[in-house]
């Protein structure tokens, strides 16, 4: 295809996942095409979507199915999906989708990007995408967008601090959006440190209660889930109102260690390795989904000691049911509590936030009885 269609740049719509924007509309900008990012996730979204889709099918698909259906209606030429082979729907969603824009008449152009092809099949789809055939082109785009996935995540987690210790409730939020924005516009290696450096700056400007006592939880599940704010109503912000700090267990850039980046690349252990190890005694092999690092994930809490894990999937998801099945099991050998949440788009906010405030009273009476066997025993 080309970059130009009547004199003018296409525009390429990808669907909201948290901040994911941020890389492939950097990517697409350095290859001469326009992003076009569609209106963040809402109620209206969700709508379009849920109208439009099978019945059981998973909330991130109506989602996804509306993002699209919001983008092609504000002028996307085309509209990207991620597909990936294996035991999930996600391998379907492509012709599900496809099938249904073209049934309710929308006619934008629908690309695929495979799953674990690694950096060929990130290469191959950018070309198609955009019709720059110089590999040394695309291979800066890729990395200068794996660095803002990167910068993104590291953004999320200073967010996850500031936000659990901050005295003014909204503060570290509003800082982050600004910082994230800067991050956005950074066109070039130079401009992305420095705006990073910015926005980290003026993260640490919020005033904190650095005294407080927080309680530590790790987030699980499907990563759509876990990643998007919509999709999981703010949990994080929930949490963090409690003087909670969350940390994501699955995120873009342990992704992109797993399934994109070249191995002689990436230092250490990677997530995925991590989950065949440690989930060994529960499950032996990859059931599909998110599901091995889940199940690999309470193990890696237990052992770090943090205060509690919640797993977060969507209604009808299998491979999340599957590893939900090993929790009691779990929970006999890890000392650790564990919060399944389970969302669809007729999950209401006021039981969802009693639940939190239940498992954050859980967690700090737990905590306490530990401090005061500790005190005990050290008399």
């Not at 109620?43 to 919001?70: A, Q």
């Not at 800082?175 to 401009?191: P, Q, S």
């Amino acid at each position: 295809m080309s970059k130009k269609e009547n004199g003018r740049k296409i525009k390429v719509a990808f669907p909201h996942m948290g901040n994911i924007y941020i890389a492939w509309g950097s990517a697409l900008r350095r290859l001469g095409v326009e992003p076009y990012i569609p209106p963040y996730t809402s109620k209206r979204t969700l709508s379009l979507g849920t109208k439009n889709s099978p019945e059981s099918i998973c909330l991130p698909y109506k989602l996804i199915l509306g993002n699209f259906i919001e983008a092609i209606e504000g002028g996307a030429d085309y509209v990207a999906m991620i597909s990936s082979p294996g035991i999930c729907r996600l391998g379907e969603y492509g012709s599900g989708i496809q099938s249904t824009l073209e049934e309710m008449g929308y006619h934008a152009n629908y690309v695929e990007l495979q799953l674990y092809d690694g950096i060929k099949g990130m290469f191959r789809f950018l070309t198609e995408l955009t019709g720059v055939k110089n590999p040394i082109t695309i291979i800066r785009a890729i990395v200068f967008a794996f660095r803002k996935v990167f910068a993104a995540d590291r953004m999320e987690n200073l967010l996850s601090y500031y936000r659990a210790r901050e005295i003014n409730v909204g503060d570290a939020e509003k800082a982050f959006r600004k910082g994230m924005k800067l991050i956005y516009e950074a066109n070039h290696y130079k401009e992305l440190k420095k705006a990073e450096k910015q926005a980290s700056t003026m993260m640490r400007a919020v005033e904190i209660d650095a005294d407080r006592d927080v309680l530590y939880v790790d987030l699980t599940g499907e990563i759509y889930m876990v990643q998007d704010p919509f999709s999981n109503q703010n949990i994080e912000r929930e949490l963090g109102k409690m003087g909670v700090e969350t940390r994501r267990t699955l995120t873009i850039s342990s992704f992109l260690r797993d399934a994109i980046i070249p191995k002689m690349f990436v230092k250490g252990e990677t997530h995925l390795e991590r989950a065949f190890r440690l989930a060994k005694p529960y499950l032996k092999r990859d059931i599909g989904g998110d599901s091995l690092e889940c199940v690999s994930d309470i193990i890696f809490a237990n052992e770090n000691g943090k205060d509690g894990i919640i797993h977060i999937s969507p209604f009808t998801c299998m491979p999340e049911i599957m590893s939900q099945n090993f929790f009691p099991a779990m929970r006999e050998n890890c000392d650790i509590p564990i919060l399944p949440l389970i969302m669809d788009e007729q999950t209401g906010k006021a039981g969802y936030v009693t639940r939190l405030e239940a498992f954050v009273d859980l967690m700090r009476r737990r905590k306490r009885r530990k401090e005061q066997k500790l005190a005990e025993a050290s008399k």
